[in-house]
């Protein structure tokens, strides 16, 4: 568990500083799965890239990412962030809690739940 502990805080650190996709190839492996809430699944580290550029190309601006709690178990992390940002038409700001299922040190799956 201490490895799963030691690469979700680098992980996070690099959430932090706005290095996400940075973080996507460091962290996340090739097949990794993402869900946003109830909708449909995006499959692959490649996906999850474009779907993220996509949104950042839209952005004026980020003012950061706050890590307010961060829970450990069994290769299975939860985090709980509020990130604030700019979007094209005003502030954006995100409660968010992420669910991470790691593998061999990369995470293999990743489910958002969001309020904003």
Known sequence: MQD???HDDQLNQMTKAGKILDALEKFYD????????NQPVRK?????HDHLSAFFATLKGFNGAT???QGVGDDTTLTEWTFDMVGPTGPIVWNE??????KNG???????????
């Open 97 to 102: 809690i992420l669910r991470r299922k790691w």
């Open 106 to 116: 990369r995470v293999v799956s990743e489910r958002y739940y969001t309020a904003q």
């Open 44 to 48: 692959g580290r490649k996906a999850q």
């Open 30 to 37: 090739a097949d990794c799965t993402f869900q946003e809430g």
């Open 4 to 6: 799963v502990r030691t």
């Open 67 to 69: 890590l307010h709690s």
